[in-house]
């Protein structure tokens, strides 16, 4: 047996994804929040800050594994931020950056196809 422990795989900053259409801020965005699980821990954790067991509850169907995948994917994207609460093993706390609060275009999106259709807009939190 090594003498040395590897780093938990969170020490390490992951380089944020590529563009796979250069110069396209669309593709740029679907790149960084696409695929099944990221909007949904976004939505959490527009709510509140939260551990890594309070997103799995609320989302009980997604494995250990891939929830650790798409916040480390999300961290390097600067839309998550990781802040660890004491040496290892206490708990992370996951909350949003602002560059992350996608809920404020979000919810002026909403406001705005409502107002194109005719509905009546009420104000909300973001």
């Known amino acids: 047996m090594s003498a040395h422990k590897k780093a938990p795989r969170g020490a390490y900053q992951r380089p944020p994804r590529r ?3 250069t110069d396209c801020p669309l593709t740029a965005a679907l790149a960084a929040v696409g695929g099944k699980w990221k909007l949904i821990i976004i939505y959490w954790l527009g709510q509140e800050s939260l551990h890594f067991a309070g997103l799995q509850r ?3 169907s997604i494995s250990h594994k891939v929830l650790t ?3 480390r994917e999300l961290e390097a994207d600067e839309i998550v931020n990781r ?3 004491g040496s290892v093993p206490a708990p992370v706390i996951y909350q ?4 992350g609060r996608v809920r404020v275009w ?3 999106h909403i406001d705005r196809a409502l107002v194109r259709v ?3 807009s009420k104000p ?3």
């Open 58 to 60: 609320l989302m009980p």
């Open 19 to 21: 563009n796979p259409v």
């Open 83 to 85: 802040d660890p609460r």
């Open 118 to 120: 005719g509905g009546e």
């Open 124 to 126: 909300q939190p973001v």
């Open 96 to 99: 949003l950056t602002e560059y």
């Open 106 to 108: 979000g919810r002026g």
């Open 69 to 71: 995948e798409q916040l």
